[in-house]
């Protein structure tokens, strides 16, 4: 039976020498997690696109539940974890509830990735 081969440990120090470059730290890494959780539903990403296209940039939740085929509760919790992540805005106006895109927060999801 062959025994496998057993590894020296690294002679040359620079190999390990830090990259200078800033980690990403727990609470940013949080807020980050929580946007890409956010866009990993589909339902989620016709709801800003929908909201995105709509007339004057905002859509009553009345007007979401029909194009996802999906109940009010349902659309509604989505709306709130689009709302959390900082993606979405909520007003309420009588009974009804109006999302509309938070200013920023396409261009700044973009630079998410390029910013790790």
Not at 72 to 81: C, D, F
């Amino acid at each position: 039976m062959n025994s496998l081969p057993t590894l020296e440990p690294a002679t040359d120090e620079s190999c390990c020498a830090p990259a200078g470059m800033p980690v990403l730290g727990a609470e940013e890494a949080k807020r980050k997690a929580l946007v890409f959780k956010a866009l990993a539903d589909p339902n989620r990403l016709r709801l800003i696109s929908i909201v995105k296209g709509a007339d004057g940039g905002e859509a009553c939740v009345c007007d979401l539940t029909e194009p996802l085929d999906l109940g009010q509760p349902t659309v509604s919790h989505h709306l709130k974890i689009l709302v959390d992540a900082g993606l979405l805005h909520r007003e309420k106006r009588g009974t009804w509830a109006y999302y509309s895109l938070v200013p920023g927060a396409i261009e700044q999801t973009a630079g998410l990735l390029a910013s790790l």
